[in-house]
C-alpha cells in the first residue's frame, strides 16, 4: 500500500508513543498538518503561540512523561525559533523529537522562500539531525530519531523533512530501517568504588539530572542510608529524595542550602551520580576537590574529568551502576556524621513571618500543593528561591532550565508539564522580566482549558543581575529596572484568564484557597526590589567564601 510521507510521519508517531505533540502550522509542513487533521483521534497537536514555546511545551511534556517530547514547526522562521528550546533541551538532557518542514528538495540551495539549513543551524545543540532526502528513508529516520532521543544521555533529535519528501508516495515494502546498536551496561570494576568508601569517614554524595532521568530514586536513598552519607543535589536533581528526608541537604552551589556547604566543606569522599560538575555547582574548580576524593558515575564518558578530576571513573547509566554496586555494598553506620548533618540542617530553618516575602510565598503556595504537583520556573532571583524552600516530594515534578538559563522557558514547559500530568493544577513561579518573554503563550494556555497557577515574582527589576550589580558593580543600575506599566491582571482578564493583585500572604490564601480548575490564574505578587538571593558563593569563590547575608 502507497502512503505519502506525510502519512509516514503519523504512522512514525503513533509506533513510538507520541500521542500528543506540540507546534505552529506552515507553508512547509501543510502536508503534515493535513494528515494530522485526518488523525485528530489518534494525535493530540496543541497549537501554540510561538514555536519557541512549543519546543519548551514539548521539553516539559517529556520531563514530566519520561517520554520523547515531539514538535513541529514549518521551515525557515518557523525552524529557526525552534533553536533556543533545542539548545534548551540539549543542556538539559531532555528527550525531543523536533520534526521541521523545508522547501522542495529542487529548491533547496537556491535561498528559496523561507529556506534556511537547520541541520547546520543545530548542528552543535542536538545528540543528531537528518537531512531527508528521499521518502523510503522516512520511516526509519522517525524510528531512530526517537531512538537516538531517548538512548543512553537523553537529548534533542532534529529531522528536516522537505515539503516534497511529504508528498511523494511510498510503497510499504520500499521502507528502509536505521538499524542502530546500543550496548547493554557491561558489568563494571567495582573494588576500588568500595575501598574509598569503605575508608571514608565522612562520605557525601552529590545528586544530579541523571538519578532523575535514569529513576534512580530507589537506589539513591538506600545507598545514602546505607553508608549513612547525606545527599546535595544539582538543580536539575533536586526532586531525587522527597524535601522532608533527614539526608536531603537540598541544592548546592552557587545559591545551594548552607547546610549543603558545610557538609561539602567537612566532607573527605564525593560520591557524584549524574552530574556534570558545572561551574555553578563547583565553583573554583581546583579548591572544590581539596582533601576529598570524588567517585564519578555518569551515562556519558565525555562528562568525567571534563571538570573536575576523578578519582574513579564509572561510565553507565546511574541506575544500573547504582544496583550493582548496592549488591556489593555493606552497610556502615557512621553517626556522628549523621548527627553533623542534623546540626548543620538547623541552620536552613528560617523564622515565620507575616509579611510577603519569596521564601513565605513559596511555602504558602507550597501549602496547597499535592506531591504530585508540577512546578515550573523562569530564570532568575524566583527560580533559586524555589530551588531554595520549595519542598518537593517526588522525581520529575520540577521544570527549569539548568544548563541553558532561558529567560521565558516556563509558560511553555508548564503547559507541557501540565498535559503531561493528565491536566492536574501546576504551578509556574515566574519574574516579571522572564513573564514579559513568553506571556503570549496565556493564548494557549486559555484554549487549552488548563488549570495553571502563575505566580509572578513582580520587582520591578531584573532581579538577579540587578542582585549581581549591587554586590560586584558598585550598583550601578544599567537597565534593570523595567519601569514598566503592565498591568498583569488586566493582561490575563485580555487573554481569557483570570488575574490577581497580591500585596499581603492573606491576600495570597484567598486567592488559592478556590482557584478556577480549568483557566489559568495569574497572580500578581509585589516584592521588595532589594530582596537578595541568599547564600551565594561569589564568583570564582568556594564554600568558604560564602556569604549568608547582606552587608
Not at 538577579?464 to 498583569?488: C, G
Request: proline share 5%.
Amino acid at each position: 500500500m502507497k502512503k505519502s510521507g506525510a502519512a509516514i510521519v503519523i504512522e512514525a508517531l503513533c509506533r513510538n508513543g507520541a500521542d500528543t505533540v506540540f507546534g505552529y502550522p506552515g507553508g512547509a509542513v501543510l502536508p503534515i498538518y493535513d494528515e494530522l487533521y485526518k488523525n485528530a483521534h489518534r494525535i493530540n497537536h496543541v497549537l501554540c503561540a510561538h514555536e519557541q514555546n512549543a519546543a519548551h511545551a514539548a521539553d516539559g511534556f517529556a520531563r514530566v512523561s519520561g517520554k520523547a517530547g515531539v514538535v513541529i514547526a514549518t521551515s525557515g522562521p518557523g525552524a529557526t525559533n525552534l533553536v533556543t528550546g533545542i539548545a534548551n533541551a540539549y543542556l538539559d538532557s531532555v528527550p525531543l523529537v523536533a520534526i521541521t518542514g523545508n522547501v522542495a528538495v529542487p529548491l533547496l540551495g537556491r535561498d528559496s522562500f523561507q529556506e534556511v539549513d537547520i541541520t547546520g543551524i543545530t548542528q552543535e545543540i542536538v545528540k543528531h539531525n537528518f537531512a531527508v532526502s528521499d521518502v523510503k528513508d522516512l520511516n526509519g529516520i522517525l524510528d531512530a530519531a526517537f531512538q537516538i532521543a531517548l538512548s543512553g544521555r537523553p537529548g534533542p533529535v532534529l529531522v528536516d523533512i522537505p515539503k516534497s519528501i511529504q508528498t511523494d508516495m511510498c510503497d510499504d515494502s520500499e521502507y528502509t530501517c536505521q538499524e542502530l546498536f546500543f550496548n547493554s551496561l557491561p558489568e563494571v570494576d567495582l573494588s576500588e568504588t568500595l575501598r574509598l568508601i569503605s575508608a571514608a569517614e565522612r562520605p557525601l554524595i552529590y545528586s544530579g539530572g541523571g538519578v532523575v532521568s535514569s529513576g534512580a530514586s530507589d537506589e539513591l536513598l538506600v545507598l545514602a542510608k546505607r553508608i549513612s552519607a547525606p545527599v546535595t543535589f544539582s538543580m536539575m536533581g533536586l526532586t531525587a529524595l522527597p524535601a522532608n528526608e533527614p539526608l536531603n541537604l537540598g541544592m548546592c552551589g552557587m545559591h545551594g542550602t548552607a547546610s549543603s556547604a558545610e557538609m561539602f566543606r567537612k566532607c573527605d569522599l564525593i560520591i557524584a551520580l549524574g552530574v556534570r560538575f558545572s561551574d555553578r555547582a563547583t565553583g573554583n574548580t581546583v579548591k572544590y576537590k581539596e582533601g576529598k576524593k570524588i567517585i564519578h558515575i555518569d551515562i556519558d564518558h565525555a562528562e568525567i574529568n571534563k571538570n573536575t578530576a576523578a578519582d574513579v571513573e564509572l561510565c553507565g547509566d546511574v541506575k544500573a551502576v547504582l544496583q550493582q554496586l548496592l549488591q556489593k555494598l555493606p552497610r556502615i553506620a557512621r553517626p556522628e556524621w549523621e548527627n553533623e548533618c542534623a546540626r548543620a540542617k538547623k541552620q536552613d530553618f528560617y523564622p515565620k513571618s507575616d509579611q510577603l516575602t519569596p521564601r513565605n510565598l513559596l511555602q504558602t503556595v507550597a501549602s496547597y500543593c499535592t506531591p504530585d504537583t508540577v512546578i515550573a520556573t523562569d530564570v532568575g532571583q524566583h527560580q533559586m528561591w524555589t530551588m531554595q524552600y520549595f519542598p518537593f516530594q517526588m522525581p520529575r515534578t520540577l521544570l527549569t532550565s539548568g544548563g541553558l538559563g532561558t529567560m521565558g522557558f516556563g509558560l511553555g514547559a508548564a503547559i507541557g508539564g501540565c498535559i503531561a500530568n493528565k491536566r492536574k493544577p501546576t504551578v509556574l513561579f515566574t519574574g516579571d522580566g522572564s513573564f514579559g518573554m513568553c506571556l503570549q503563550e496565556l493564548a494557549t494556555a486559555v484554549s487549552q482549558h488548563l488549570p495553571l497557577v502563575i505566580v509572578i515574582f513582580n520587582n520591578g527589576v531584573l532581579g538577579m543581575v540587578r542582585q549581581w550589580q549591587t554586590m560586584f558593580y558598585d550598583k550601578h543600575y544599567s537597565h534593570t529596572t523595567l519601569n514598566r506599566k503592565t498591568d498583569f491582571v488586566a493582561l490575563a482578564k485580555a487573554f481569557g484568564a483570570n488575574g490577581k493583585k497580591i500585596f499581603t500572604l492573606a491576600g495570597l490564601e484567598r486567592a488559592l484557597f478556590n482557584p478556577p480548575a480549568d483557566t489559568p490564574l495569574v497572580l500578581d505578587c509585589q516584592l521588595d526590589m532589594d530582596e537578595f538571593v541568599l547564600p551565594m558563593i561569589p564568583p570564582g569563590g568556594s564554600v568558604n567564601d560564602l556569604i549568608t547575608r547582606r552587608n
